[in-house]
């Protein structure tokens, strides 16, 4: 099938960025391997299209209307009035005269070695195998056992038109498909097909979907790495996957097991009025990867999640990965979309997006991937506590992902956007104008145009709008921010959350003609990087069970016990805020230093950027109530507490804070700052009095003071 359908985890590859990252939030997608490295083999067992009417189920054993006997098998697919139901429901059916149908297409990626032994089919039909050698270390992957059952497979030729990537096996060995089909069909899934004279382009119209297994898949689509590209129009469809899965079965969401409609290798699939629905753990709505480009338009998805099992075991290992690792500071086990891979595009336009927990909008395991939103709304789950309920992101950046967000409405709990390990860009801006997508070309090693383009005259003139309960904008590991066009940002706690230590790269927000209002007066927040500085008590690498973050009670630093020796291998980060054409009421401060290596911040107020606040070195102290308590242990149940601190005016030696205003920026002090540099234009203002190293100074236009700079309100 595509990269992700046909290789084994890179597991050793998985590790090391685990190592390197701490979190190995941007794992690589399910890859699939045999054991020469080649690509994988596939199996499924193949009937008559439409199946076999069911006579019997006794035990396991499954009698046809026409006699025939077949062992119950995981890569069956049951049909009764129009809905894919569980075995346990067509045994329940049957023994009441229902009808009910049979279906024994499926698909199954091997690892490293493929048994000659049979699945169980008694009629001798080719079955899935049982995989042997499928270990990495002490760590079995739960791809050897997956079995894809897909409504229509899309190919270049359109349904089943290329099967050259599939190979049937059975008893006697590798055997072609020649006549063979793997999709289910009309009988499982809907809808009406027709496929283009070139065989590149096909449609499925009023596809209808009622399923309560849990991982069905009806559509994918699976292009080439050739020129000749393979394109899918996927109109009307009505799509409800509502099983129960509890993820202890479940492939983790990077292999898009049971997604509603996935696109690999280089296709291009436009999903338009369409109405997704979900339920159950790991359970994505839309998926792309390998260089995919998927345009979501006029639809509606909704993503519920489920009930995770009891003993799951928190970890970012995605063989096992079903919720997120809690050190993000979020729970919950489903994602609505996720993009993957190199160079894979998604836009959604015009859409309602709903993730009831972890993420809406996701990029993972991926490198120079584009994510666009445009005048579409990004919801999750408000109905609970803001602090220990409600929990997710409405967008995750990762690898170098550039994600633009035209004219879109974030109703989130937790985060609008994470952005974590890669030179990210992340922009806010309006809907007005044209705009054109844009795709990674790895010949011209740059940006170009991308498949999509909307004219300004298509396109209702919105600017976008961050609600959250909690923060706007969580960097850790890099990434560039820009908010402009008149975006707002309405927030409890900081808009922006900077999280830093050694291994970072560093972060810019830029703020031109935008509004910042945030309920606990914070604009920016760098700090420590919580996970980072966490203990690990066994170990365990990737494994966060047991992880905890402590600190001692106090404000960090100043007894100096607490500040953070630096190693050999950190190199101090900066970070940066710039303002420009806004007028801003909220706290600046610079709180790294006392866990992981210090970063320095760069405050630059230039032309329009009128600033009411502190802009400051910090100590601080993890609270959530605004210091009536101290946090000074925080294990993963009480995850929701990372990010929320207080801050006190120090500088800790290594903190420094850069703050120069150009042009005509004014800067009304609040509260008592301290900075390390100090430049101040001719045209610029501070409210404020300064004192250079403890002297009470007049500031001069255009020369830069250093030392320990105390400014006080007037």
Known sequence: MNKS???????????????????????????????????????????????????????????????????????????????????????????????VKVYKQYFKPYKNMISSSDDGGADGAPGGGTDTGNKFGSSTSKIGTAKFRIGYYITNGGIDG?????????????????????????????????????????????????????????????????????????????????????????????????????????????????????????????????????????????????????????????????????????????????????????????????????????????????????????????????????????????????????????????????????????????????????????AKKAYVKGQYSFKDSQVKDQKTTVNSENFGVSVWGGGTVNVKDGTTFNTGSAAFLFKTGGQHTGAAVNIDNAKINTENNTLLQVLDNEDSAATDPNNEGMVFENKYYEEKEGWLGLENDTLYKAGKNDKATTEAINVTNATLSGDIYNGSGYKQMAAELNVTLGKGANLTGAISASTIKHTTDGGKTQNTNIPMSKYYQFGHVINKAYYNGANDVNLTLTDDAVWNVKDESIVTSLTVGANAKINGTVYVNGTKTTVEAGKTYTGTITVKPL
């Open 5 to 99: 359908m046909k290789k084994t985890f890179k597991k050793s590859l998985v590790i090391l960025l685990a190592v390197v990252t701490m979190v190995g939030f941007g794992m690589p997608g399910l890859s699939y391997f045999d054991a020469s490295g080649s690509m994988g083999i596939y199996s499924f067992a193949a009937v008559k299209t439409g199946g076999e009417y069911i006579k019997s189920i006794k035990g396991n054993t499954i009698t046809t209307k026409d006699g025939q006997k077949e062992k119950y098998n995981t890569g069956m697919t049951f049909v009764s009035g129009g809905s894919e139901i569980t075995y346990a429901s067509a045994k329940t059916k049957v023994k009441a005269g229902k009808s």
């Open 162 to 442: 290329d099967l050259s990537l599939v190979k049937a096996k059975n008893k006697s060995g590798i055997s072609s498909l020649v006549g063979k089909t793997l999709s289910l069909g009309k009988g499982v899934v809907g809808g009406t097909v027709k496929t283009s004279k070139s065989g590149r382009t096909t449609t499925v119209n009023n596809l209808k979907v009622n399923s309560y297994s849990d991982n069905l898949n009806p559509i994918v689509v699976q292009g080439t790495n050739s020129s000749k590209k393979t394109y899918a129009k996927i109109n009307n469809a009505k799509i409800n996957l509502l099983g129960k899965s509890d993820g202890s079965g479940t492939v983790c969401d990077f292999s898009a097991w049971g997604a509603a409609i996935s696109t690999f290798d280089n296709a291009s699939t436009i999903i338009d009025k369409a109405n997704i629905h979900t339920t159950g753990v790991a359970r994505c709505a839309v998926e792309g990867d390998d260089g995919s480009d998927t345009l979501i338009k006029n639809s509606k998805i909704k993503v519920d999640g489920g009930m995770l099992y009891d003993g799951y075991i928190n970890s970012a290992d995605t063989e096992t990965m079903v919720a997120p690792p809690w050190v993000l500071g979020i729970v919950g086990n489903a994602r609505a979309t996720n993009l993957l891979g190199d160079n894979s595009t998604m836009t959604v336009y015009n859409s309602n997006v709903y993730a009831a927990k972890w993420g809406v909008l996701s990029t993972d395991g991926c490198s120079n991937v584009v994510l666009n939103a445009i005048n579409s709304k990004i919801n999750m789950d408000l109905s609970g506590d803001d602090l220990t309920e409600d929990s997710g992101y409405g967008a995750y950046a990762i690898g170098s992902a550039t994600e633009n967000f035209y004219g879109s409405t974030f109703n989130v709990p937790t985060y609008a956007v994470i952005c974590a390990n890669g030179d990210n860009v992340v922009n806010f801006l309006s809907s007005k104008g044209n705009i054109q997508t844009m795709k990674y070309s790895d």
